[in-house]
Structure formats: structure tokens, C-alpha cells
């Protein structure tokens, strides 16, 4: 990425914007799933690795056209399974940043400013909620994440029990 000129930075970015946009855009006109079959995408994928590298916009337009259309669109209106988050277009855009900057979470000495704001927030909800002061939390990346925290907190609030048992419902 740092090697590009800014131009072609720039050319790239506005591409995969009229990308996104025109993918919402078309949204309600598609179908909601609009996959294909393994066999057909192998045929389409399966190839050798590449020799030499390619055009920056030729691999984007390949990734739209042959992986990331082929999906369920999750976003659409009469999509029902699978329910993750809805993005908006801001944190789409929030996505962008945070892949921009290169941002690693991982302590306090490498992203002190995340990790402030992540601490401000965790202490709205102490707010909201009224829990007691020293009360903490953490953000994660979504609800796979922070059920796990869950059950390694739960686990360790039981005092670690030899046996766990966890009750589940679909």
C-alpha cells in the first residue's frame, strides 16, 4: 500500500467506493443469495498461483466479480438467516480507516487512543446500567467473541469447577 503513488491510492479508493455504493444501491433489486456451486467456482478459482503481480484494480474487480458477489447478501431485505450485524455506510467507512491506519489493538503501548475511547465507552454502559465503581468491561469484534468472554468469565466466577456445564438453546 505505502509504495502506490497517491493518485493511484486515490484511483483505487474511489473505485471500491463506486463498488460499495452501487452494491447498495442494487440491493433490494437482487436476489438475497447469490452464490454458486462449488464445482462452478472451483473451475472459476482453482488456478496457479501467479508468477508476477497484477493490477491493483484487475485484482479488485476479480475479487468482486468472482468471491465476494458470490455470498449471501446478509444487508438484504429479504435475507433471514445468518443475522450479523447491519453495516452502515459510516462504519464501512470506520472499517476503511481503521484498515488504513493499520491499528492493532493489542495494548495500551500500541494504540493508546483506541484503548482510551474503548475505556470511555465501557464506562457509558457503567453509567447506564449502574454498575459499581472499579466495574469493567472490554469491546469485541462481535457476539462470538464476546460470548466466549462470557463463558471464560462465568467459568471463573463458579471458581473454576472441574466439571462446567454450560445450557444452550437454538
Same mark, same amino acid.
Given at each position: 500500500?505505502?509504495?502506490m503513488a497517491p493518485e493511484e491510492m486515490?484511483?483505487? =479508493?474511489?473505485?471500491?467506493?463506486?463498488?460499495?455504493?452501487?452494491?447498495?444501491?442494487?440491493?433490494? +433489486?437482487?436476489?438475497?443469495?447469490?452464490?454458486? @456451486?462449488?464445482?462452478?467456482?472451483? !473451475?472459476?478459482?482453482?488456478?496457479?498461483? *501467479?508468477?508476477?503481480?497484477?493490477? =491493483?484494480?484487475?485484482?479488485?474487480?476479480?475479487?468482486? !466479480?468472482?468471491?465476494? #458477489?458470490?455470498?449471501?447478501?446478509?444487508?438484504?431485505?429479504?435475507? &433471514?438467516? &445468518?443475522? *450479523? #450485524?447491519?453495516? #452502515?455506510?459510516?462504519?464501512?467507512?470506520?472499517?476503511?480507516?481503521? +484498515?488504513? &491506519?493499520?491499528?492493532?489493538?493489542?495494548?495500551?503501548?500500541?494504540? +493508546?487512543? *483506541? /484503548?482510551?475511547?474503548?475505556?470511555?465507552?465501557?464506562g457509558w454502559f457503567q453509567s447506564w446500567?449502574?454498575?459499581?465503581?472499579? =466495574?469493567?468491561?472490554?469491546?469485541? +469484534?462481535?457476539? /462470538?467473541?464476546?460470548?466466549?468472554?462470557? @463463558?471464560?468469565?462465568?467459568?471463573? =466466577?463458579?471458581?473454576?469447577?472441574?466439571?462446567?456445564?454450560?445450557?444452550?438453546s437454538d
Open positions: 500500500m505505502l509504495q486515490r484511483e483505487l =479508493a474511489h473505485h471500491v467506493t463506486d463498488i460499495l455504493v452501487g452494491r447498495v444501491e442494487g440491493l433490494r +433489486s437482487g436476489r438475497a443469495w447469490e452464490g454458486d @456451486f462449488k464445482d462452478a467456482l472451483a !473451475q472459476r478459482l482453482d488456478e496457479d498461483p *501467479p508468477e508476477t503481480g497484477r493490477p =491493483a484494480l484487475d485484482v479488485i474487480d476479480r475479487a468482486v !466479480q468472482d468471491v465476494l #458477489t458470490n455470498t449471501l447478501r446478509l444487508d438484504h431485505p429479504r435475507s &433471514f438467516g &445468518f443475522v *450479523p #450485524t447491519c453495516p #452502515t455506510w459510516p462504519g464501512v467507512l470506520a472499517d476503511f480507516m481503521v +484498515s488504513g &491506519f493499520n491499528v492493532n489493538v493489542a495494548s495500551w503501548i500500541v494504540a +493508546s487512543g *483506541p /484503548s482510551q475511547l474503548e475505556e470511555v465507552v465501557v446500567f449502574g454498575l459499581p465503581e472499579g =466495574a469493567g468491561g472490554l469491546m469485541t +469484534s462481535g457476539g /462470538s467473541a464476546a460470548a466466549l468472554h462470557a @463463558f471464560v468469565a462465568a467459568r471463573e =466466577a463458579a471458581g473454576n469447577p472441574d466439571r462446567p456445564v454450560a445450557y444452550m
